[in-house]
C-alpha cells in the first residue's frame, strides 16, 4: 500500500510538471455554431481591376495561443496582417499581399486538416451548387509557416473521395499519415460483427446505409485513402492525435447528462468521471483497443467476458460540437491538448436550473464557449486548462516548432496529384440547354460577369 500511495503521489506529481510546460499552439481556425452573425468576420476591402476580383480578408487563417503554465494568451494571428499592409489611399499598393490575404477565405477545414511538417491540408464540403446535395471537398495545400496558398484555389474531389474525417496525425514511427474517415457503404462480414473485441452493428441490416467511423491512412499527396479497420465504429469520434510514440488517440463527444461538480466535471451516477471518452487505436489491426473483464447476462444469468475501452471513465468534460482538435508536443507524449467546448453549453438557466442554454444569447451565456484541456492519456483524465478568448475553435492544432512530423521530409505535393478537377465535376452538363454556366467554385451562375467561368465543361474567360 506505501508503494501504491508513493506511486500515485509521484504520478501526480509528474501531471501536474507536464501541465505546467509552456506551449505555442498554433491551429487553423474553424467557424464556430452561432445563430445571430457571423463569428468568422468578413470586411470587404475592395475590387482589385488588376487581380479580376473583389479583395476581403475574415477571422479564418492561423491563429497562435500560448499557455505558460498558468494562463493562456488570447489567440493572435500568425502570420499577422492588416489590410493598411496592402490598402491605402483608395487604392491597392500591393496586389501580392492583397491576393494573399483573401486567400484565407479558403482556409476552411470544416471535414478536417492536417499539419504535417510545416505545411497544411485544410478540407472543406459543399454541395456542388444550391440545387443539389451531391458534396464535393474542396482540397487546399498551404504552408504551414508563411500562409502562402501552395494549391487547391479550384480543385474539388467528388462525394466518393470520402474526405471527411474526425481529424488526421502523422505517425513518427512509420512516417505514414493516419486519420479517422467517416465511411458509408463497408462491408461487415459476421466474423468481425460477432467478434466481441469489436462493436456490435446499430441498426443490424448490413445495408450500403451504414456509416461509420474508419481508420485509413492518407496519403497527402494525392489524398487517396486506404482502410485498415475492417468494418466501422458507430462512436461520434471528434478528434485525432498521435504521440511521439506512435500512439493514436481519439475523444468522443460525451453525452451532457450527469452531476457538474464545483471543479466543472462532470460525473455519472456513481461518482465517476463522464463525459467525452478517451481511446486508443492500435495502427496495425485499425481496432480499439479494448481490456477483458468478467461480465453476467441479466436475462440467463450466464457469465461471459465483455470487452470494454481501456478507460475506465471519461475526461469528466462533456464536448458534442462537431468539429474539434487535439494534438501533442513532441517532446511530451503523455499528455494531449484538447481544443473543446465546455460543457456542451449547459449551465445555470433562469430558473436557476442546470440545463441546456438558448442559442440566441450564446454570445453572453456561454454556451459556446471553448476552452484549451490537457488529457492525461495514462488516465484518461482531463484538466481544462483555460477557457479560450473569443471562443475560438480549430480545425487543426500543432504545438509550435515541436511536432513529431517536423523534419519528416513529407511533402503534400509530392506524388500523382490528380483531383476531379472542376471540369470533370461538370462535364454532366456539357449538353444541357442552358450552357452549364458555373464559378471556379462549382456554383451555377445565370449571368456571367468578368472572370474565369465554366461552360460547357470548359474554362472560358470573360471579359
Known amino acids: 500500500m506505501k508503494k501504491k500511495v508513493i506511486f500515485s503521489a509521484i504520478a501526480l506529481l509528474c501531471t501536474l510538471m507536464l501541465h505546467a510546460q509552456s506551449v505555442k499552439i498554433n491551429g487553423v481556425a474553424q467557424m464556430n455554431r452561432d445563430n445571430d452573425g457571423n463569428q468568422m468576420h468578413l470586411q470587404y476591402v475592395g475590387w482589385s481591376s488588376d487581380l479580376g476580383k473583389a479583395i476581403s480578408i475574415s477571422d479564418y487563417g492561423i491563429w497562435s495561443m500560448t499557455w ?42 470544416n471535414s478536417g486538416s492536417l499539419f504535417v ?46 474526405l471527411e474525417s474526425a481529424g488526421m496525425a502523422y505517425n513518427p514511427k512509420d512516417g505514414k499519415v493516419y486519420g479517422l474517415f467517416y465511411l458509408t457503404g463497408q462491408d461487415l462480414p459476421s466474423s ?54 506512435g500512439r493514436a488517440f481519439a475523444l468522443t463527444s460525451g453525452g451532457t447528462s450527469g452531476a457538474v461538480e464545483t471543479d466543472g466535471k462532470i460525473t455519472d451516477i456513481n461518482g465517476n468521471l463522464a463525459g467525452a471518452h478517451l481511446c486508443e487505436f492500435d495502427l496495425t489491426t485499425g481496432l480499439m483497443k479494448t481490456k477483458a473483464q468478467p461480465a453476467v447476462d441479466p436475462e440467463t444469468g450466464e457469465p461471459y467476458t465483455e ?64 476552452a484549451l484541456y490537457a488529457v492525461d492519456i495514462n488516465t484518461g ?42 471540369n470533370d465535376i461538370n462535364t454532366k452538363n456539357e449538353n444541357t440547354t442552358d450552357n452549364g454556366w458555373y464559378n471556379l467554385q462549382g456554383q ?3 449571368n456571367p460577369s468578368k472572370g474565369v467561368f465554366i461552360n460547357n465543361g470548359k474554362k472560358v474567360v470573360v471579359k
Request: hydrophobic letters at 30%; aromatic letters at 14%; a negative charge.
Open 68 to 109: 505558460d503554465g498558468s494562463t493562456l494568451s488570447a489567440p493572435v494571428k500568425n502570420p499577422a496582417y492588416s489590410v493598411s499592409d496592402f490598402y491605402s489611399g483608395g487604392k491597392f499598393t500591393d496586389l501580392e499581399k492583397a491576393k494573399w490575404a483573401n486567400n484565407f477565405l479558403l482556409m476552411s477545414g
Open 444 to 446: 451555377r451562375v445565370c
Open 307 to 370: 470487452y470494454v475501452n481501456i478507460y475506465d471513465h471519461g475526461t469528466g468534460y462533456c464536448s458534442q460540437a462537431r468539429r474539434q482538435s487535439a494534438c501533442f508536443a513532441k517532446s511530451n507524449p503523455n499528455i494531449m491538448y484538447w481544443n473543446g467546448y465546455v460543457n456542451s453549453g449547459k449551465g445555470i438557466n433562469e430558473w436557476g436550473s442546470w440545463a441546456n442554454l438558448p442559442d440566441r444569447e450564446w454570445r453572453t451565456n456561454g454556451k459556446y464557449d471553448t
Open 117 to 162: 511538417d510545416n505545411q497544411l491540408i485544410t478540407i472543406h464540403a459543399r454541395d456542388e451548387s444550391s440545387t443539389t446535395d451531391e458534396v464535393l471537398f474542396a482540397v487546399r495545400k498551404w504552408n504551414a509557416k508563411t500562409g502562402d496558398l501552395l494549391s487547391g484555389g479550384s480543385d474539388f474531389f467528388p462525394k466518393s473521395a470520402t
Open 192 to 245: 468481425i460483427t460477432d467478434d466481441p473485441n469489436y462493436f456490435q452493428d446499430q441498426d443490424d441490416d448490413m445495408t450500403d446505409g451504414d456509416a461509420g467511423y474508419c481508420l485509413c491512412t492518407i496519403d497527402p499527396g494525392t489524398m487517396a485513402i486506404t482502410p485498415i479497420t475492417p468494418g466501422l465504429y458507430y462512436y461520434n469520434f471528434v478528434t485525432f492525435a498521435i504521440n511521439s510514440e
Open 381 to 422: 483524465a482531463a484538466t481544462k486548462l483555460s477557457n479560450i478568448n473569443n471562443r475560438f475553435t480549430f480545425s487543426v492544432m500543432w504545438v509550435e516548432d515541436d511536432d513529431s512530423s517536423i523534419g519528416s521530409g513529407i511533402d503534400v505535393m509530392e506524388g500523382h496529384y490528380n483531383p476531379t478537377g472542376i
